[in-house]
């Protein structure tokens, strides 16, 4: 499997020279296809069966604009197929949160003076050697080679990302490079399931233990001190020099804001990998998540879906860090489990504030856990392990709580 390993590199002032004709030129070719798009589509969007103008016309047209401003040639062409491709995955992103209801989606808009612009190696143009990274440019004579960590490898190098983080003030490369598993994967016949949620983590396992795992909230901390900033900011002109701080203190805390959020999901998802003797992991799919609120313009619905994000990359961690313990992370469809009554099966309604399912049948059970059950109890059944299934129920029996044991059939997991 293939990870991002992100490494901060020392630039004299010579290479940031380089390093910055080199992103301006990308800057300008990322401006000049958008703009390029722009002018196609409003000239052509009364024509319904015309092809717009995509990313493969542009590539091909590169040789000729290098023909007529030869600065182009000092960028390794391979970035500057890149920069057009990321123009062109920015528009592919847009029109699908447009595509799903954001009505708030932005279409990509044009890079600013000050901006760095990401120099993308993909394949090549690049050599790792004797722990130094080498880019390929033509700009003037001035190596671009940059000690990298000691003792770190990087095998198979698919792609390097060399760009600049203006609120660090620091130059980074991206490296994505192959990894080996520890150990291959074997299904062991002990899993763990989770609900994941934005406060907490509930999950049970084989042996019909609960786990509950609560999660960091720096949002909780950062976000009124980011509000205040930000109604501070909009009192003043706006670019004026005032409002340029006051801009760039917001954009710190947001950082600060998601770099903890980010730590604090890598130590968790290395927790749940190891503290676990279940070689599978079960978590719900977010893709079918139903989220009610995602369709109304709500105020706070930014940072609502900014949650989900931060969910579906927690499980992006957690899948590569159990793939590198020789573990599997799957996910099911999790549409009902927090409706259905993992007992007797009935669905109930159970708005976001109602902690704890009260059944007919006499089930009564905390939310998170009673769809922790129903997640594991559908993968159990979508995948026949009815061994597993009776162990599981037998487990759960011991602490008081009887789902459908004896039958071949999961009344609960076929909901939905
Ligand atoms: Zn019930």
Redesign the pocket.
């Known amino acids: 499997m293939h990870i991002a390993t992100k490494i901060k590199i020392l630039v004299t002032p010579d290479q940031a020279d380089v390093l910055w004709h080199l992103s301006e030129k990308c800057r300008l070719l990322y401006n000049f296809a958008l703009a390029e798009r722009n002018q196609n589509y409003q000239e052509n969007k009364d024509q319904p069966d015309k092809q717009y103008i995509g990313y493969v016309q542009q590539a091909n047209a590169l040789p000729e604009l290098k023909k007529k401003y030869p600065e182009y040639k000092w960028v390794y062409s391979k970035v500057l197929q890149t920069t057009l491709k990321s123009l062109d995955d920015n528009f592919t992103s847009f029109f699908a949160l447009r595509q799903n209801g954001d009505e708030g989606a932005n279409p990509p808009g044009f890079k600013g003076k000050d901006h760095f612009c990401t120099l993308r190696y993909n394949q090549s143009g690049f050599a790792i050697t004797e722990g130094r990274i080498r880019f390929s440019h033509f700009y003037n004579d001035v190596p671009l080679a940059f000690d990298l960590p000691e003792g770190q490898m990087f095998v198979n190098v698919k792609q390097v990302d060399l760009f600049y983080d203006d609120l660090k003030g620091a130059y980074y490369v991206s490296i994505v490079h192959e990894v080996q598993p520890d150990q291959e994967y074997v299904d062991n016949g002990l899993y763990q399931a989770w609900d994941l949620g934005i406060t907490k983590h509930v999950g049970v396992n084989s042996h019909g233990k609960f786990l509950e795992v609560t999660n960091a909230r720096p949002d909780r901390y950062w976000n009124p001190k980011i509000d205040a900033v930000q109604s501070r900011r909009d009192h003043c002109t706006k670019k004026s020099r005032k409002w340029k701080r006051l801009n760039h203190v917001k954009q710190k805390m947001e950082r600060k804001r998601s770099n903890q959020l980010r730590d604090f999901q890598h130590k968790l998802s290395r927790k749940l990998v190891r503290n676990t003797r279940a070689t599978t992991i079960l978590v719900g799919d977010l893709s079918v998540k139903q989220m009610p609120q995602s369709k109304q313009a709500t105020p706070g619905l930014n940072r609502s879906t900014q949650n989900t994000g931060h969910l579906s990359r927690f499980i992006g961690f957690l899948t590569y860090k159990a793939a590198l313990a020789g573990k599997r992370v799957i996910k099911i469809d999790e549409r009902y489990t927090t409706k259905i009554?993992c007992?007797?099966?009935?669905v109930h309604d159970m708005p976001l504030g109602k902690r704890v399912m009260n059944?007919?049948?006499?089930?009564q059970i905390d939310r998170d856990r009673n769809s922790a059950v129903n997640i594991m109890v559908r993968f159990l059944s979508q995948h026949a392990l009815w061994i597993g299934y009776r162990q599981f129920a037998g487990n759960l029996r011991q602490t008081g709580l009887e789902i459908p044991g004896h039958s071949q059939e999961a009344p609960c997991a076929s909901g939905g």
Do not use: H, P, R, S
Not at 343 to 346: S, T
Not at 359 to 363: A, H
């Open positions: 009554c007992v007797c099966g009935a059944c007919e049948c006499g089930n």
